[in-house]
């Protein structure tokens, strides 16, 4: 799962068009995403979001799809971002937090999340997609809305609180060494 980041050589564009196989956007939903995030090159910008909760029950963190104005994380299955990540993700991730993604075969979009907000202290942008709404009364003829929105995040990830305070060490002493993400990405 973790070579879906590879810090490619061939990728020369600033920007990364992530999206899975099933994933059906418009080109001006793609187009719309991509000018949100020239405006924020530091952050992800895309459609599916998702949300953390802690689980009291089960005394651990669990994740939601539900359909709210909550959400902390933005999937990498249609999203755009820095392609300075995938470098980020391939040589500086720890092995074990890559190694877990893999063994689990999933979950590498959240560990993707959990590293841009850790270098940027910031949560990502989700972006709405077009509605298609079908009227099936009286044979009317399918429907579409006009707008596509930004929607801004309730919280956002914190890496500290999900991995502690020692997890984050490697990416402090990371940006330290390179005097800060803006000047990485300039």
Known sequence: MSSRFQAY???VTDAVLSL???TVLSTTEVDFAFTVWQSFPERIVGYPARSHFWDANKERWGYTSKWTNDYSMVLTG???????YHYLYTNVLPASLKSMVDQLANCEDI?????VSA??????IKVTQKKQYKETMMGQRKMTTTTVMIQPPRRSLNAT????PQGSDWLSSFWAKKGGLKSSLV
């Open 9 to 11: 050589e061939t990728i």
């Open 20 to 22: 899975d196989e099933d």
């Open 78 to 84: 249609a999203a755009i971002y820095h392609r300075y």
């Open 111 to 115: 560990l993707m999340n959990f590293l």
């Open 119 to 124: 270098v940027t202290k910031l949560p990502p």
């Open 161 to 164: 609180a999900l991995i502690g």
